[in-house]
């Protein structure tokens, strides 16, 4: 089963540009059974999904974010990144990878990293 | 967009007692509806999928049910280990999602 770990930089300044890694192992990116995909969740509030990331590279986001938003795909690297640009407080999170399983009636997301806290602040 | 919507936004129950948490669509969305259990400072966990197909290794004290706007999880018989917050999802035939904004279920 693919275990996932989040990576990037804690602290980020207002307007500037947020970006994580997620190192996938036990499983390629390159897989045809998932997706792959960024949820966060403010501290103390509840979860909201970013956006999601096939190995060919098509994407889906979360409209709210779509100006913002843009994920990749390294499969040399088996790793798949996120970046969100002009950056708030409002998007102080902690920042969660995760796998995109389709499934006969919808997706789900079933394995996850253990998330990374961004902290937006000057 | 489609909105998900939890109900209680938290609940106080005791060990081994029967509690259902009810999740609304603000438009149909068939049985694409997921379930995920969050303890504090972990990720979350996938409970149900389809709104009552049971995900793999979880106790089947836990169950959903619903389809179109309205839907539910119960949980027969809380256990010590149960006591965490609760997220809907809304899923699809793309890989695009919404959560509710999750019920905390508190120890009486």
């Known amino acids: 089963q693919p275990q996932l770990q989040e990576s990037g930089p804690g602290l980020v300044k207002p307007s500037e540009t947020l970006s994580l890694t997620c190192t996938v192992s036990g499983g390629s990116i390159s897989s045809s059974s998932y997706y792959w995909g960024w949820i966060r969740q403010p501290p103390g509030k509840g979860l909201e999904w970013i956006g999601s990331i096939y190995r060919s590279g098509s994407t889906y986001y979360n409209p709210s974010l779509k100006s913002r938003v843009t994920m990749s795909v390294d499969k040399p690297k088996n790793q798949f990144s996120l970046k969100v640009t002009s950056v708030t407080a409002a998007d102080t999170a902690v920042y969660y990878c995760a796998t995109i399983g389709g499934l006969d009636w919808g997706y789900i997301n079933d394995y996850w990293g253990q998330g990374t806290l961004v902290i937006v602040s000057s | 967009d489609i909105q998900m919507t939890q109900s209680p936004s938290s609940l106080s129950a005791s060990v081994g007692d029967r509690v259902t948490i009810t999740c609304r669509a603000s438009?149909?969305?068939?049985?694409?509806l997921n379930w995920y259990q969050q303890k504090p400072g972990k990720a979350p966990k996938l409970l149900i999928h389809?709104?009552?197909r049971l995900q793999s290794g979880i106790p089947s004290r836990f169950s959903g049910s619903g389809s179109g706007t309205d839907f539910t999880l119960t949980i027969s018989s809380l256990q010590r280990e149960d006591f965490a917050t609760y997220y809907c999802q809304r899923s699809y035939s793309t890989p695009t999602f919404a959560f509710g904004q999750g019920t905390k279920l508190e120890i009486k």
């Open positions: 438009q149909s969305i068939s049985i694409y």
């Open positions: 389809a709104a009552s």
